[in-house]
């Protein structure tokens, strides 16, 4: 009887285990690698690929697709070669296992012909990637389309049916052979994200980590920031967190900037920010002002926990010994933690002085640079991280180890997937960093969109600069700055400016109120 209700037992508690409710609860690592897509590969298997560089591609794709858990849940890859005619070498979720799906790739052979590609690309949409038996849960549904030269029929209306069922196309081109705006039609906008070149084949190597990088982007990175005038794929935390909700609003570092004060009895705290993880590299950047405690205790400015409390990313901050702490996952130990201090040769300023900053951290698969008002402090090797887990909470501000709210003035708080922005993203919103060979053009938040405007008249007779003037026309919510004093300026063309010498400006700071307005010296 003991044995029988042993038995019972055990399958009674298995059966717990297996219901759904349990299973949501569990914590799960996500990432790149179990991001949910349905992935086809379009090669080109023309004449003038040549066997031993249709070789290299395949190598290529096998390298590329490594980085993905090729399973029923995670990512299923499709491959067509096409030349005349499409032929589908591996049909969507045929392989349920990477290294089978590896093994076919390496045995595809090529075909030889013309190069059709619009056809191929047809032929994805209407018979590779509607053949998926998972239609309703795959996530992202991404084609790359790998080709040498011109195609000689038209790629634009598949292209643009493809996109049109929400499917990404990346366009990859190799050699000297191909048309520019033929990768520009087939590939999804901006092309500077979804089209990439290589020399030739056998450098094309080159480009495995950043068509590695955009696919994670594409399967971790859902939402974008409008940045500029580009849309930067990544995670707004003043929204997503809720800051903008749960804090006070302050003036922030210059009259065009709005910041947040979290005072002791702010909690935030969210879950669901990084539903598919993190990507392998990404830019994370905050401009903040710590004064009081904030300058001295150390606290996660911002931090990523497991449901049992571990750290998965984090950023902490120590005033009392000048250090800032990044902290992320890895692949021997239970976390790996690297510690930028500030070293006085390099950097003027202080992060704890009781002034606006920002700090940046690129992270990269094997590194991470710090920069302190845009100038680099230090970079620092990593070991390889592991995915994170996904179902605890993002915090901002916390004492390290406990739940308690450390006050801190935030203005901004951003996580970009592409690591590029570390390059775009200055540091124009700091007093300090707007110096005088350097303009930095700020936008405000954007009002209403008013009514069309008059044609323009025609231009005028061009002006002789002296010294370092901008003759731009600029928009009205345009913020301008600069170290010359206003009223050493001339104004030319239909210009009214306003100005305000009381801001922060280190000089002055004007706003052009009209389209057609240069400024000279
Ligand atoms: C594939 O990866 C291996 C190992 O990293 C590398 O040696 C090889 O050059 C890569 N080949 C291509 C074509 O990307
Ligand atoms: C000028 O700057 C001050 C202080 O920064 C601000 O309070 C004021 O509103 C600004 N004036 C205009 C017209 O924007």
Same mark, same amino acid.
């Given at each position: 009887l003991f044995y029988r209700a042993m038995l019972l037992w055990s399958v009674w508690s298995a059966m717990l285990l297996l219901t759904p409710l349990e299973a949501a609860e569990e914590d799960v690592r996500a990432g790149c690698s179990t991001a949910v897509n349905d992935l086809v590969y379009i090669i080109d298997g023309s004449w003038s690929v040549g066997f031993s560089d249709f070789d290299t591609a395949k190598q290529w794709l096998i390298n590329i697709t490594s980085q993905f858990d090729i399973s029923s849940h995670y990512t299923q890859v499709a491959v067509i070669q096409y030349s005349d005619t499409p032929r589908l070498e591996i049909p969507l979720g045929k392989h349920q296992g990477g290294a089978d799906l590896l093994q076919a790739i390496q045995s595809i052979t090529y075909l030889g012909g013309n190069t059709q590609t619009g056809r191929a690309i047809k032929f994805a949409v209407d018979h590779v990637f509607s053949s998926s038996q998972r239609a309703s849960l795959v996530k992202n549904r991404i084609a790359v389309v790998v080709t040498d030269g011109k195609s000689q029929d038209d790629v634009v209306d598949a292209s643009m049916e493809a996109r049109a069922q929400g499917i990404t196309v990346f366009a990859?081109?190799?050699?000297?052979?191909?048309?520019?705006?033929?990768?520009?039609?087939?590939?999804?906008?901006?092309?500077?994200?979804?089209? &990439?070149?290589?020399?030739?084949? %056998?450098?094309?190597?080159?480009?495995?980590?950043?068509?590695? #990088?955009?696919?994670?982007?594409?399967?971790?990175c859902p939402t974008r920031i409008p940045v500029a005038s580009r849309d930067e794929k990544g995670f707004e935390l003043m929204v997503g967190m809720n800051i903008q909700k749960?804090?006070?609003?302050?003036?922030?570092?210059?009259?065009?900037?709005?910041?947040?004060?979290?005072?002791?009895?702010?909690?935030?705290?969210?879950?669901?920010?990084?539903?598919?993880?993190?990507?392998?590299?990404?830019?994370?950047?905050?401009?903040?002002?710590?004064?009081?405690?904030?300058?001295? &205790?150390?606290?996660?400015?911002?931090?990523?926990?497991?449901?049992?409390?571990?750290? #998965?990313?984090?950023? %902490? &901050?120590?005033?009392?010994d000048k250090a800032v702490t990044f902290t992320t996952t890895s692949m021997t130990e239970k976390e790996q933690r690297v510690i930028f201090k500030d070293a006085e040769h390099t950097v003027k300023n202080t992060l704890y002085d009781g002034k606006w900053h920002q700090l940046k951290l690129l992270v990269r698969p094997r590194q991470v640079i710090s920069f302190l008002d845009d100038q680099q402090m230090q970079e620092v090797m990593l070991d390889p991280v592991e995915p994170i887990y996904i179902n605890g909470e993002t915090?901002?501000?916390?004492?390290?180890?406990?739940?308690?709210?450390?006050?801190?003035?935030?203005?901004?708080?951003?996580?970009?997937?592409?690591?590029? #922005?570390?390059?775009?993203?200055?540091a124009c919103e700091i007093y300090?960093?707007?110096?005088?060979?350097?303009?930095?053009?700020?936008?405000?938040?954007?009002?209403?969109?008013?009514?069309?405007?008059?044609?323009?008249?025609?231009?005028l007779p061009g002006i002789k600069v002296r010294g370092l003037y901008i003759l731009m026309p600029l928009n009205s919510n345009l913020w301008l700055e600069s170290t010359v004093n206003p009223r050493q300026l001339s104004l030319h063309g239909d210009c009214k400016v306003t100005l305000n010498v009381t801001s922060h400006c280190p000089g002055l700071c004007f706003r052009m109120l009209s389209s057609i307005c240069w400024l000279s010296q």
């Amino acid at each position: 009887l003991f044995y029988r209700a042993m038995l019972l037992w055990s399958v009674w508690s298995a059966m717990l285990l297996l219901t759904p409710l349990e299973a949501a609860e569990e914590d799960v690592r996500a990432g790149c690698s179990t991001a949910v897509n349905d992935l086809v590969y379009i090669i080109d298997g023309s004449w003038s690929v040549g066997f031993s560089d249709f070789d290299t591609a395949k190598q290529w794709l096998i390298n590329i697709t490594s980085q993905f858990d090729i399973s029923s849940h995670y990512t299923q890859v499709a491959v067509i070669q096409y030349s005349d005619t499409p032929r589908l070498e591996i049909p969507l979720g045929k392989h349920q296992g990477g290294a089978d799906l590896l093994q076919a790739i390496q045995s595809i052979t090529y075909l030889g012909g013309n190069t059709q590609t619009g056809r191929a690309i047809k032929f994805a949409v209407d018979h590779v990637f509607s053949s998926s038996q998972r239609a309703s849960l795959v996530k992202n549904r991404i084609a790359v389309v790998v080709t040498d030269g011109k195609s000689q029929d038209d790629v634009v209306d598949a292209s643009m049916e493809a996109r049109a069922q929400g499917i990404t196309v990346f366009a990859v081109g190799v050699g000297s052979e191909i048309t520019t705006s033929e990768l520009v039609s087939i590939a999804n906008k901006p092309s500077s994200t979804y089209v &990439l070149y290589a020399e030739d084949y %056998t450098t094309i190597d080159r480009i495995r980590d950043s068509m590695e #990088q955009k696919l994670c982007e594409e399967s971790v990175c859902p939402t974008r920031i409008p940045v500029a005038s580009r849309d930067e794929k990544g995670f707004e935390l003043m929204v997503g967190m809720n800051i903008q909700k749960k804090a006070k609003k302050i003036p922030g570092s210059l009259v065009s900037e709005t910041a947040y004060t979290l005072t002791a009895s702010t909690d935030i705290t969210e879950s669901k920010i990084f539903p598919e993880g993190l990507p392998p590299s990404y830019v994370f950047v905050a401009t903040v002002r710590l004064k009081g405690t904030s300058s001295k &205790l150390p606290f996660d400015l911002w931090r990523v926990l497991s449901k049992d409390k571990e750290v #998965q990313a984090a950023v %902490t &901050l120590s005033g009392k010994d000048k250090a800032v702490t990044f902290t992320t996952t890895s692949m021997t130990e239970k976390e790996q933690r690297v510690i930028f201090k500030d070293a006085e040769h390099t950097v003027k300023n202080t992060l704890y002085d009781g002034k606006w900053h920002q700090l940046k951290l690129l992270v990269r698969p094997r590194q991470v640079i710090s920069f302190l008002d845009d100038q680099q402090m230090q970079e620092v090797m990593l070991d390889p991280v592991e995915p994170i887990y996904i179902n605890g909470e993002t915090q901002v501000s916390k004492r390290r180890g406990t739940d308690a709210t450390v006050p801190v003035e935030i203005q901004k708080l951003r996580l970009y997937c592409d690591p590029h #922005q570390s390059e775009r993203e200055t540091a124009c919103e700091i007093y300090s960093v707007v110096r005088p060979s350097s303009i930095c053009i700020l936008s405000v938040p954007q009002g209403k969109e008013g009514k069309p405007g008059d044609p323009g008249p025609s231009g005028l007779p061009g002006i002789k600069v002296r010294g370092l003037y901008i003759l731009m026309p600029l928009n009205s919510n345009l913020w301008l700055e600069s170290t010359v004093n206003p009223r050493q300026l001339s104004l030319h063309g239909d210009c009214k400016v306003t100005l305000n010498v009381t801001s922060h400006c280190p000089g002055l700071c004007f706003r052009m109120l009209s389209s057609i307005c240069w400024l000279s010296q």
